[in-house]
Structure formats: structure tokens, C-alpha cells
């Protein structure tokens, strides 16, 4: 089947020039994220699960990046006179190693991302049943991209990927991420939201969760619109999907770092300890205040998976509050 839409030389220049500027607004959204991670924990508290999938997600959109430049030096330079057909038949051609190292980190990438959103669904729901089918879904993108990935290897005759056995593969890879993405930011976004609508009427901060969930969606919504997007230009043989792949790389990594760095805008601006109804504003850094005990009046909140809420008070306790509760937003921020 011949390829439609514009011509696989140019689609592949307009892939790389994209994704290096998206590359680029990634590269300062990783430094924002880290250094909004040092500011709200310090450098021996920083949450190490984030900063490590954090600098794989940049080692991996980088690694693509410079092979996604050689690919391109190759093609347009090296090989344009020495390869039969041509720069477009050297593009076209999934045998060549650059092409396989493309795609396999492509894939190494897609399941890191998805990976994080389930176990973030883990991490809040404190479920496994809850991320059953998000992680079969997961297994069917591991199964499905690698495979694709190993018979470009062994692709014969033109090396289409459009004709090639290989090629069948991709259109459940593609649908496989879409669900696995859509329906883990889904969960994820519909527990934050019931468990702040069932703690607004007894509040006593203006604080609230929803421009999380916001976030989260957005960062849904960018990444599969890219998918779904690129699968059907795939569908259509049309090479425009080239320039929607590439750009999904840094898309990936920008679709994490836009959460963390909006859970890190909201601490610093809402400096205040919420866990099971209890409120206690939080001193700035730097101020000294004597322990003494505290007399205060503790409203508790309890919230059960079947949607049911209990609210009593239980007033005139001294205590000195030494531990600092994990709230769902804390919860959430540990990957």
C-alpha cells in the first residue's frame, strides 16, 4: 500500500525539527521539576522514585533525539546517493538499525509512562483490583510494541512498515496505550475527585484539589489526542504519522513533569497540612517557634471505599503535633 499525504523525506525533517523544540521545552520542565522537588523537600528528602523515572523519561527523549539526528544525517547525506531508491527508500526501509533502536526506545518510553499512571492509581485507590485491567492493558502494549519491534528486524521484501507483517501490530499498540492511558488517568482524576467533594462541606481552608484534576486530565487529553491522531494517519498510510510519533517522545515526558510541577506550585501556595479533617497551618521556613502544647479542636473525618463518610469532634486535647500525616496529595506525588 502506498503511503499518502506528504513525501517521507520532508515528513521525517518535520519530525525532527518538532520534536527537538518540544525536546527542548521538556529538557526545562525536568530542570523546573527538579528543582521544585529539592525546594519543597531539600536534597536529602527528595522523593527518589520520581527523580529516578523523572531522568529515565529525559535519558530516554534524549537517546531518541540523537538517533532521530543521525537517522536524519544518514539519509539526507551518507546514504542519499548509495542506497537504491534513494533518501525515501533508506527512510522507508525498518530494517536499518537506526530504525530499530528508534522504535524500541519509543516503546521503552510508552511503557515507563504507562506505568506510572497505574501505579499512581495504585498508590491513591490502595487497590490492586483497581488496577487489574489498566495493567493487562499495560501487558498487551509491552507484548504488542515489542513484538513489532522484533519483526522489523526481521522484515523482508520492501521494508515497508505500511505492507510489512510488522506493521500489523502497531494498530493494537496504539489502541492498547490510548485505553490504558484514558482509563488510568480516569481513575485516577474520578477517586481525587469523590474524595474532595466528600471533604469540602466540612473544610476549614479554602485549599482544594481540583486544579490537580484538572491537570490531570490535560496531561490525558495532550497525550492521547497525539495517539489517537497517529493512529489514524497510520490507519491511512499516511506519513504524517512520522511526524505525530516523534513528537510523542517528548510528550510523554512533558505530559509527567506538568503534574508534578503543578503539585509543587500548589504547596508553595497553600502551605497547609490537611489529613483526616485535621488542619494545622504550616510555619514558613526559617521560623522558630517554642514546642508547647496545643490545645485544639480536631474534627475527624473518615472516608470508606463504599462512598460513606463519618464527620465527630472531639474538642479541649493537648497535643503536641510531631508527625506530619500523608494526604492523598502526598500519596499522589509518590509515583
Not at 525533517?13 to 523546573?32: C, D, H, K, Q, W
Not at 530494517?95 to 518510553?109: E, G, P, S, W
Not at 466528600?198 to 481552608?205: C, D, E, G, K, L
Not at 488542619?279 to 517557634?289: D, H, L, M, N
Request: glycine share 6%; with cysteine.
Amino acid at each position: 500500500m502506498a503511503s499518502t499525504g506528504i513525501s517521507l523525506d520532508a515528513a521525517v525533517v518535520a519530525s525532527t525539527v518538532l520534536e527537538g523544540i518540544l525536546y527542548g521545552f521538556s529538557v526545562l520542565m525536568f530542570m523546573g521539576t527538579i528543582w521544585a522537588s529539592i525546594h519543597k523537600h531539600g536534597i536529602r528528602a527528595v522523593n527518589r522514585p520520581i527523580t529516578v523515572v523523572a531522568i529515565l523519561l529525559l535519558i530516554l527523549s534524549t537517546a531518541h533525539m540523537v538517533v532521530d539526528i543521525i537517522r536524519l544525517e544518514d539519509g539526507l547525506v551518507k546514504y542519499r546517493d548509495t542506497f537504491p531508491g534513494g533518501s525515501v527508500a533508506f527512510f522507508e526501509d525498518i530494517n536499518q538499525k537506526t530504525y530499530v533502536i528508534k522504535y524500541m526506545i519509543y516503546a521503552l518510553q510508552t511503557l515507563l509512562g504507562d506505568g506510572v499512571v497505574i501505579y499512581r492509581c495504585y498508590v491513591v485507590w490502595r487497590s490492586v483490583w483497581v488496577i487489574i485491567l489498566p495493567s493487562m492493558l499495560w501487558c498487551g502494549v509491552a507484548v504488542t510494541g515489542l513484538t513489532a519491534v522484533s519483526l522489523s528486524l526481521r522484515a523482508t521484501g520492501d521494508g515497508n512498515i505500511y505492507t510489512n507483517q510488522a506493521g500489523q501490530w502497531i494498530t493494537p499498540f496504539f489502541s492498547l496505550t490510548i485505553s490504558t492511558n484514558l482509563i488510568g488517568s480516569g481513575l485516577l482524576a474520578y477517586r481525587i475527585w469523590t474524595i474532595e467533594r466528600n471533604v469540602s462541606a466540612i473544610r476549614t481552608t479554602k485549599g482544594t484539589m481540583m486544579p490537580i484534576v484538572r491537570v490531570l486530565v490535560d496531561a490525558a487529553l495532550i497525550y492521547s489526542a497525539t495517539l489517537i491522531s497517529t493512529l489514524i494517519c497510520f490507519i491511512n498510510s499516511s506519513n504524517g504519522q512520522y511526524i505525530l510519533l516523534d513528537m510523542i517522545m517528548p510528550i510523554i515526558s512533558i505530559a509527567f513533569y506538568m503534574v508534578l510541577i503543578r503539585l509543587a506550585i500548589r504547596s508553595t501556595h497553600n502551605r497547609t497540612l490537611i489529613a483526616s479533617g485535621v488542619t494545622v497551618s504550616e510555619p514558613k521556613r526559617g521560623t522558630q517557634y517554642s514546642m508547647k502544647p496545643l490545645q485544639i479542636h480536631i474534627s475527624q473525618f473518615t472516608h470508606s471505599d463504599d462512598g460513606t463518610s463519618e464527620s465527630y469532634g472531639v474538642a479541649n486535647r493537648d497535643r503536641t503535633l510531631t508527625h506530619k500525616p500523608e494526604t492523598v496529595e502526598e500519596a499522589f506525588c509518590n509515583v
